[in-house]
């Protein structure tokens, strides 16, 4: 038995994994297990988890890679401890993650799901700006119930009896099963933030959020509609009837424009004018086509440093006493 089960899922990334596996082993609290659940990875991933020889790594291995779902279940299924802590491989943890996070829940009983706020940074390593600004449960679970998400899914950590009871992760809101998992615990439980940055969050390219996009963007649709419909007494749709029923054209077209945006945040140009591609030529967004028509006109890296310098501005006023209010605006699509 430990405190804490740490599950990260791993699929083909070598070249970030050791600094996210350090900066697990390198935690200030020590009392927990390290479940990697190696997800079928065809590269050199296995064999740099095998070069660690700490007795807290528990390596699963699976012969075909079945996505990250299936991974965290059954990291869910193997856990031991009374908390789970989620990590994806290509992040890093700040040495007190997860001591602040364990201190929290042990005194906030009520409190079944805590996340942490976090410094963005791109594949080099270089910081780009502070991000989440929303921490008490009240601006959470407000955010969450009008479809918007304000937790890093590998920043939380979580009470295992509640996951559990739940049924873990559902395979039918893939690419957002973090966001279902928050819906279905509002019922029972709290979720919050610390106001602590303790992660490293990076904008990886080749990572699902920025590969998966419109996949992302339905599960996620698909998630608040079965919430509603559970509010309200009703059954939930198959996916498959929530699709044919539903124009999610508008949903769509905000996925791709948020993820063209956080491409050009990291300087990948050619990802940037594949995505405002796929927008469509019937798009009025002026920006979208300001923005494609800089990069196709070779202004790309210029508006790209001007873009960056702007997150930078925006994490500064997040840090600040106004964050509050400056994330409120956000939502509301003012800025």
Known sequence: MCRVSVIMPVYNAERYLREAIDSI???????????????????????????????????????????????????????????????????????????????????????????????????????????????????????????????????????????RRLGGYRQQFRHAEDIDLWLRILDHAKICNLPDKLMFYRSNPSGVRLTKILEAAHSSAYAFDCYLRRINGLPERTYEDFIDSTDLTHREAEAIWSAALECLMIGDLNKVKEMLGEMGKNSKRLSKHLIHFAISSGLGKFLSLIYKKYRRIRGSIIDSRFSVFFSDLKHRKIL
């Not at 193997?78 to 290509?90: E, N, P, T, V, W």
């Not at 201190?103 to 700006?129: C, K, Y």
């Open 25 to 163: 082993l390198g935690q200030t609290f020590t009392d927990f297990e390290f479940i990697i659940i190696d997800d079928g990875s065809t590269d050199g991933s296995p064999e740099i988890i095998s070069q660690y020889k700490d007795k807290r790594i528990k390596l699963v291995r699976k012969a075909r890679n079945e996505g990250l779902v299936s991974a965290l279940n059954l990291g869910i299924e193997l856990a031991s401890g009374k908390y789970i802590a989620r990590m994806d491989a290509d992040d890093i943890a700040l040495p007190q993650r997860l001591e602040k996070q364990v201190a929290f829940l042990d005194s906030h009983p009520d409190v079944a799901v805590v996340g942490t706020r976090a410094w963005r940074f791109d594949p080099a390593g270089r910081i780009i700006e502070s991000m989440i600004s929303v921490t008490k449960w009240e601006d959470v679970h407000r955010y969450l119930r009008s479809s918007a998400n304000r937790l890093i899914h590998g920043s939380v950590t979580m009470r295992t009896d509640v996951v």
